[in-house]
């Protein structure tokens, strides 16, 4: 069954939002043609950027919708299903399935902090739940508090339709374990830090799910791109180049608002985030559009 490789570059899409913090649903196929232009590999539909935590079930409906509508078969779509319960995962899942999706990514729960055979037993559920939708873990610690042990990994990794996991922890020890643990398995890791993707290329990964290709795609896919094609060097250079925004995420405002902002200075209709997060203040939005105009140069 597991014939879809996750790999590449492939941005967590932003929300686009109106000034009163409802859906801008006519926005959507702008932002995708953004990222599709700029070589992405695959789309991620409700992911962490994409403000899933702050949307109701109908509006995930919505959003997945016209995505997919928008991307009409161009790129795969992935769909974060991971709710804090098994119960809604799986409620998700089935949603996703309904609408097409071609893999869904199952975040391990927060809040609460379960056992690794617990966690084992959710994803073991949610991978059945699935069927013949591939699967893809995804480890964010930094979020929820929570770490999957390269061991749950493996087992979890002999599932027929469990394909690859997004690891966010920014640890590249325990990222090498991962790999290390599913080689000869046919399961992908990718880095769900995109200031990582050089170094994650180089131990193994597989690509990136990257919030900054949300803004620059073409800079991140060239640094995928120059990396696989063994020019260390310049995919190297143009890492640092990145480096500044990805730096500016926790450094400039509340995540997820930088990405967002960065977007509307380009042109791109992605609007605020939701309440209780905040635009920029003066000073921050000041320091980001000299990074957002630097990184334009780069991406030419």
């Known amino acids: 069954m597991k014939g879809f ?42 992911g962490s950027q994409s403000e899933s935590f702050a949307l109701s079930f109908e509006e995930k409906r919505r959003v997945v ?9 161009r790129v795969p779509v992935l769909v974060g299903v991971g709710m804090i319960t098994t119960r809604e995962t799986l409620r ?64 979890l990794a002999e599932l027929d339709n469990v394909v690859g996991m997004k690891e966010s ?12 643990a599913t080689r000869g ?16 290329l180089m ?29 260390i060097n310049e995919a190297r250079e143009l890492q640092y180049k990145l480096l500044k925004f990805r730096v500016a995420f926790a450094s400039l405002g509340t995540f997820p608002v930088v990405v967002k902002e960065a977007m509307e200075m380009l042109g791109l209709p992605a609007g605020p985030p939701r309440l209780p997060v905040k635009p920029l203040d003066d000073e921050s939005r000041r320091k980001l559009e000299s990074i957002v105009k630097e990184l334009k140069e780069v991406e030419g």
């Open 185 to 200: 398995m046919d399961f992908s890791v990718l880095m769900g830090n995109d200031a990582l993707l050089f170094a994650g």
């Open 65 to 73: 919708e016209r995505v997919m509508e928008a991307v009409d078969g």
């Open 203 to 231: 131990i193994g990964a597989v690509g990136a799910v990257s919030a900054s290709a949300n803004a620059f795609p073409r800079l991140v896919v060239r640094i995928y791109e120059e990396a696989k094609a063994g020019r």
């Open 92 to 155: 998700m899942i089935r949603l996703a399935n309904e609408l097409g999706a071609d893999a869904v990514t199952v975040m391990t729960p927060y809040f609460i902090t379960p056992s690794q055979e617990e966690l084992y037993d959710h994803f073991h559920a949610a991978a059945q739940e699935a069927g013949d939708t591939p699967v893809l873990l995804y480890n964010n610690p930094q979020r929820t508090h929570v770490n999957l042990d390269p061991e749950t990994v493996a087992r």
């Open 5 to 46: 490789k996750p790999e590449g570059v492939i941005p967590p899409l932003v929300t686009p939002m109106r000034s009163d913090g409802e859906l801008n649903e006519e926005a959507i196929p702008v932002l995708v043609d953004h990222v599709i232009k700029g070589g992405v590999h695959a789309i991620f539909a409700l």
């Open 169 to 180: 922890s920014g640890d590249l020890m325990l990222t090498m374990r991962y790999i290390d």
